[in-house]
């Protein structure tokens, strides 16, 4: 299975900074990847897809970038609502896997 | 709109069969290209996906669980069951069905706990 590894672990970061977390595969998945946010107690939310295509209704502050076996989630501005545990997610193959999860804090 | 809603038992006992359903609505299952998966989250961990099937009846499973898994569709009654067998506590987790290669929409989730 290709192996997906998210850093930071967890971040702390005041209401209106930038934040990045990346994502690593361990082998090349070229765009296959999305991002999705989870808020405590909630079914994963999807946040972008195909690695920088932005899923409607979300706001423009989330970004995604890279190819590959990089990629990056980065949020501008970071608000409050923001708080909650982000996950990559590889769909390159028949076996997807997610990274292990970045928990962002907001201070 | 797609939704979905997960349904099972709450508890079950180590040995024994989950079977978990997912029904769904605001798409066939007979089109081209669609697809359901089954995902699971232990408590305070990371997603893990279990299983997938397409609108062909094709079928995919983690490699390490696909001696315990089954997966299949009925489209006349708009469900895909997953059963798993020989349960574990290590299997306890919140379930979660979703639709599509990049999981746009999700069910609310079944929490299952495998105790005695």
């Known amino acids: 299975d290709i192996q997906m590894t998210q850093s930071p672990s967890t971040l702390s970061a005041s209401v209106g900074d930038r934040v990045t977390i990346t994502c690593r595969a361990s082998?090349?998945?070229?765009?296959?990847l999305a991002w999705y946010q989870q808020k405590p107690g909630k079914a994963p939310s999807l946040l972008i897809y195909?690695?920088?295509t932005l899923e409607s209704g979300v706001p423009s502050r989330f970004s995604g970038s890279g190819s590959g076996t990089e990629f990056t989630l980065t949020i501008n501005s970071l608000q409050p609502d923001d708080l909650a545990t982000y996950y990559c997610?590889?769909?390159?193959?028949?076996?997807?896997?997610f990274g292990q999860g970045t928990k962002v804090e907001v201070k | 709109q797609v939704t979905l809603k997960e349904s099972g038992p709450a508890l079950v006992k180590p040995t024994q069969t989950l079977t978990l359903t997912c029904t769904f609505s605001?798409?066939?299952?007979?089109?081209?290209?669609?697809?359901l998966s089954w995902i699971r989250q232990s408590p305070g961990k990371a997603l893990e996906w279990l299983a997938r099937?397409?609108?062909?009846?094709?079928?995919f499973y983690k490699t390490s669980l696909k001696t315990r898994l089954t997966i299949s569709k009925d489209t006349s009654r708009n469900q895909v069951v997953l059963t798993m067998t020989n349960m574990d506590p290590a299997d306890t987790a919140t379930y979660y069905c979703?639709?599509?290669?990049?999981?746009?929409?999700w069910g609310q989730g079944a929490l299952v706990t495998v105790s005695s």
């Open positions: 979703s639709f599509g290669s990049y999981y746009r929409v």
């Open positions: 605001g798409f066939s299952f007979t089109a081209s290209g669609m697809r």
């Open positions: 099937i397409d609108g062909d009846d094709e079928k």
């Open positions: 082998q090349s998945i070229s765009s296959w």
């Open positions: 195909k690695a920088s």
């Open positions: 997610h590889q769909y390159h193959d028949y076996s997807p896997t």
